[in-house]
């Protein structure tokens, strides 16, 4: 995140929140270029600049869920497409959290449910197993 906070501080990138909303757009706008390339009608650098333009906004995406947008001026592209390095490392980690997270949730989930089908233990239960030498 500090390669982020330098860019910015050169004027490369301007923090700046983002939303759902935004990062749900960039992400419908990219597929539908997708889609639109691979259409065989289409010349081969119309193809290439869907395909292109949906390579930017995943790398937009990226660049937005870490709270930056690339500055104004030129060089804007080259600017979402160099600071990938940084972005992709940083949503991998968040992806990362996000699985370990789950995975922690779902073996609680598990425990929850085998102590729903576990027997009832009584004191009577504990103090005869006591009595026997049982632990």
């Known amino acids: 995140m500090q390669a982020l906070k330098n860019l910015a501080g050169t004027g490369q990138l301007t923090p700046e929140p983002t939303s759902v909303e935004e990062i749900t757009g960039f992400l419908m706008r990219a597929e539908q270029q997708l889609t639109d390339a691979r259409t065989a009608s289409l010349s081969a650098a119309s193809r290439f ?18 709270g930056y947008r690339p500055g104004k001026g030129l060089g804007h592209r080259m600017v979402a497409f160099s600071t990938l390095v940084h972005t992709v490392g940083l949503m991998r980690e968040a ?8 995975r922690h949730h779902q073996a609680i989930a598990r425990i929850l449910e085998r102590r729903k089908n576990a027997p009832t233990v009584t004191e009577e239960d504990i103090r005869a197993a006591r009595e026997e030498g049982r632990p």
């Open 49 to 66: 600049s869907l395909a292109y333009d949906a390579a930017h906004a995943f790398a937009l995406v990226a660049l937005r869920a870490q």
């Open 95 to 102: 992806v990362e959290r996000a699985e370990r997270k789950q």
